[in-house]
Nanobody, 115 residues
Framework: QVQLVESGGGLVQPGGSLTLSCAAS????????MGWYRQAPGKQRDVVAL???????NYVDSVKGRFTIFKVNAQNTLYLQMNSLQPEDTAVYYC?????????WGKGTLVTVSS
């Protein structure tokens, strides 16, 4: 059973930065692609950034140049560095890994961007 625990969310002013962390049980980072998703109030959960097991990354257009996904395999931790945050980035952010046909999710961490 894979367990994912996100942390690092909070309240930040527009233009500010936050770094989210996702700690995982087991050594999955070097074996599977992982990703960050977010769900804004009243909206569906959407992908934000993905990272392959080899470290290649992809981002949704709205965060390109502002967000960076990276991982530290030895620490079993996935990160999302978020810069130049805007109110539209307000959402619950979730860490995800798909192993075979099963999607694993953490409980999420809330990011609120407001002045």
């Amino acid at each position: 059973q894979v367990q994912l625990v996100e942390s690092g969310g909070g309240l930040v002013q527009p233009g500010g930065s936050l770094t989210l962390s996702c700690a995982a049980s087991g050594s999955i980072f070097s074996r599977y692609a992982m990703g960050w998703y977010r769900q804004a109030p009243g909206k569906q959960r959407d992908v934000v950034a993905l990272i392959t097991r080899g470290g290649n990354t992809n981002y949704v257009d709205s965060v390109k140049g502002r967000f960076t996904i990276f991982k530290v395999n030895a620490q079993n931790t996935l990160y999302l560095q978020m810069n130049s945050l805007q109110p539209e980035d307000t959402a619950v952010y979730y860490c995800n890994v798909q192993i075979l046909e099963t999607n694993y999710w953490g409980k999420g961490t809330l990011v609120t961007v407001s002045s």
